[in-house]
């Protein structure tokens, strides 16, 4: 069974710009969790998506948003990029729910510069 | 505020020198806690999930125990492919705690 994939993989935008990162869960699975990871804050939640309805949401924002699509597949974007917005994207999949087992993707490494 | 504190920070064994990691939390209701190992560049891989006081799971050198206030996981005569980041989490958000690096030296 093919993993979590996430596009791109590596990304440079330039602040004041918006990106749009994708992701594709594994087969089967409905819940699809995007987290943000940094040197000095850690791992962190964004959102979680179960059948194209938010269903939780991390203390971000309101520049970082999600969607989910009928197959499961889920974007996230970020509009008027802030340096701080620079870290690794991660996108991870589970069966019914974020508290279930989760599996990652490789994430999508994001530069702001 | 629910938290989850990892410790030590960092952690260097030689090859078969078995040792502990811990995740201390305190939630308001426990849903569950999660172990996943994090290797430099790629996305956390899920270890054990552990829902309840005195649960203990294994999966090669790696068992994790839970209490009502921490978990452990310990790694018994580990290998340097057990070197990676340890993440513990709980919950229906994943809260992460920061890691412990984990170096075992040949």
């Known amino acids: 069974k093919a993993g979590v994939t996430q596009t791109p993989r590596y990304l440079i935008k330039t602040r004041g710009q918006q990106v749009t990162l994708s992701c594709s869960p594994i087969s089967g699975h409905r819940s699809v969790s995007w987290y943000q990871q940094t040197p000095g804050q850690g791992l962190q939640f964004l959102f979680e998506?179960?059948?194209?309805?938010?269903?939780n949401k991390g203390n971000f924002p309101g520049r970082f948003s999600g969607r989910q699509f009928s197959n499961s597949r889920s974007e996230m974007n970020v509009s008027t990029l802030e340096l701080g917005d620079s870290a690794l994207y991660l996108c991870?999949?589970?069966?019914?729910?974020?508290?279930?087992?989760?599996?990652f993707g490789p994430g999508t490494r994001l530069t702001v510069t | 505020e629910d938290q989850v504190t990892q410790s030590p920070e960092a952690l260097r064994l030689q090859e078969g020198e078995s040792s502990s990691l811990n995740c201390s939390y305190t939630?308001?209701?426990?849903?569950?806690l999660f172990w996943y190992r994090q290797d430099p560049g790629k996305g956390p891989e899920f270890l054990f999930t552990l829902y309840s006081a005195g649960e203990e799971k294994e999966k090669e050198r790696l068992k994790a125990t839970l209490t009502k206030k921490e978990s452990f996981l310990h790694i018994t005569a580990p290998k340097p492919e057990d070197s990676a980041t340890y993440l513990c989490a709980y919950g229906n958000k994943l809260v992460f705690g920061a890691g412990t690096i984990l170096r075992v030296k040949s």
């Open positions: 939630v308001s209701g426990l849903r569950g």
């Open positions: 998506y179960f059948s194209e309805t938010q269903r």
């Open positions: 991870a999949s589970s069966y019914q729910r974020a508290g279930d087992e989760q599996y």
